[in-house]
């Protein structure tokens, strides 16, 4: 069979999810039936790196938030170059057609509007970014149906459920899915250890490499939060029946359990190669370059609860989720300022997640219709936010 041509954007191709979102594109370029070309790529800053993959990939485009002082980037003059906040976006408007597949992984608030713009302007999403649902939910999922776009989860936990979750013909055959945490490196710490690990601790986890933001969010378990709210929006499944488990060697990544008492689960080594490739191949199953599951040195999983007081984080998840609107925006803004605020050394590690809750406390929410919505409450929880901080 001969290989079929995909058009594809990636937001955020300097970070983790990028590059290895390239390594699958390299390893599909002459291998199987699924090939890419890269129209155009994003970053935020790192312009060298974004460079260098335009001339690699003889991207059309490129588009960086923040350009750094020093001249033009050395791209090919055929690459257009777009600069600025709005540069994603402009990118896209300028070179993204129906049917061509735009791979989400710009990190924060920034990365909602280009899903916004990529899903009317007819494109498939592969979704790495967790704000444009926890965020956004409510204006991302109908415009996805009004378009008739496809969004395709990219984070292993998402991405697990979404191939389980194809032995369904009704959600009301499923009576729950269950995301996995690895438990980060603080697992089976105390409260009161917990009160004094270091930035350098918490970016020390035992299974990922990712960036800081993501760590942190790891380690306090805020990244399982923010995942139940993106499953309630992905799946259309109530607090209820979202979950999350500890299990500390990251080879389950998902479970669901049918109404019937049968359980689908997917496996594979801690490598996001696999559900990045899954994302922007499905429904076609290839060849690719990522770890393959060696049954010979497995000698057992384990599971455990999560413990709330420990990790609070996920208790939080289930409030936002009953609560609806804007409380999903009121958290993701709070806990990126709290977040921000350890790394910079100004609070302690387990004052993020009490910062988080204090700004939904303090919250008015409010029904989420435009995007217009969703920066006005990530704007005021900020404010809050820093407020609780210098408190």
Not at 100 to 108: C, E, F, R, W
Not at 262 to 283: F, G, K, Y
């Amino acid at each position: 069979m001969s290989p079929s041509l995909r058009r594809v954007f990636l937001l955020g191709s300097t970070g983790s999810i990028g590059t290895s979102a390239l390594e699958v594109v390299r390893f599909q370029a002459s291998r199987s039936t699924q090939r890419f070309e890269v129209v155009g790529l994003a970053a935020a800053r790192n312009g060298s790196s974004l460079a260098a993959q335009a001339r690699e990939f003889s991207a059309q485009a490129i588009a960086i938030a923040q350009p750094a002082v020093g001249g033009p980037l050395d791209v090919p003059s055929s690459t257009r170059v777009f600069s600025g906040a709005q540069a994603a976006c402009e990118m896209l408007r300028a070179y993204a057609r129906r049917g061509d597949l735009v791979v989400a992984a710009m990190v924060g608030a920034a990365g909602i509007e280009p899903v916004l713009g990529a899903i009317e302007l007819g494109c498939d999403i592969a979704l790495a970014n967790k704000e444009a649902l926890v965020a956004a939910g409510a204006i991302v999922m109908p415009a996805a149906a009004k378009a008739g776009v496809r969004i395709i989860p990219v984070d292993s936990e998402h991405n697990a459920l979404f191939q389980c979750l194809k032995g369904s013909n009704s959600l009301d055959e499923v009576r729950r899915v269950v995301l996995t945490a690895s438990g980060g490196p603080f697992r089976g710490k105390s409260i009161a250890e917990m009160s004094r690990v270091t930035v350098a601790d918490a970016l020390a986890h035992p299974t990922w490499r990712m960036g800081p933001k993501v760590t942190v969010d790891s380690a306090s378990l805020m990244n399982k939060a923010l995942e139940l709210i993106e499953a309630h929006w992905l799946f259309g499944l109530g607090a209820d029946r979202i979950e999350a488990i500890i299990h500390p060697q990251s080879i389950v990544h998902g479970f669901v359990e049918y109404i019937d008492g049968s359980v689908l689960a997917q496996l594979s080594p801690p490598d996001m190669r696999t559900p990045i490739q899954q994302a922007m191949c499905d429904p076609l199953r290839v060849e690719g370059p990522s770890r393959k599951l060696d049954f010979a040195t497995l000698r057992g999983l384990e599971f455990e609860p999560i413990n709330h007081e420990q990790f609070p984080a996920v208790s939080l998840a289930h409030r936002v989720i009953a609560t609806g609107g804007s409380a999903g925006a009121v958290l993701n803004a709070a806990n990126e300022v709290a977040v921000q605020a350890f790394l910079d050394g100004t609070i302690a590690f387990t004052e993020i997640v009490a910062i988080v809750r204090g700004t939904l406390d303090r919250a008015s929410i409010k029904p989420i219709a435009t995007l217009a919505d969703v920066h006005s409450a990530d704007a005021d929880a900020r404010r809050c936010a820093q407020s609780l901080i210098r408190a």
